[in-house]
């Protein structure tokens, strides 16, 4: 099933972004690495990053997933 691959992705990239977002919020994690990370984009030059609000810290990715998988997420809630 493709969608379960995604769904896979998404339960291990949402927790880790949420753990990296809290780490930075709390001064654990050094804002500037937190930046380096979300704008590396593991050579996917079709990912940007949007700091929408710095408190709460709220970070926009374009393209994070395909309208496919959006609408697959979309139909499962």
Request: net charge negative.
């Amino acid at each position: 099933m493709p969608g379960s691959t995604a769904l896979r992705i998404l339960a291990f990239l949402v927790p880790t972004v949420a753990i990296l977002l809290g780490l930075a919020q709390i001064g654990v994690l050094p804002s500037e690495w937190l930046n380096a990370i979300l704008n590396s984009n593991a050579g996917d030059s079709s990912l940007k990053t949007y700091v929408l609000s710095n408190d709460p810290l709220v970070v926009y990715i374009k393209n994070f997933i395909s309208p496919e998988e959006a609408t697959h997420l979309v139909a499962l809630t």
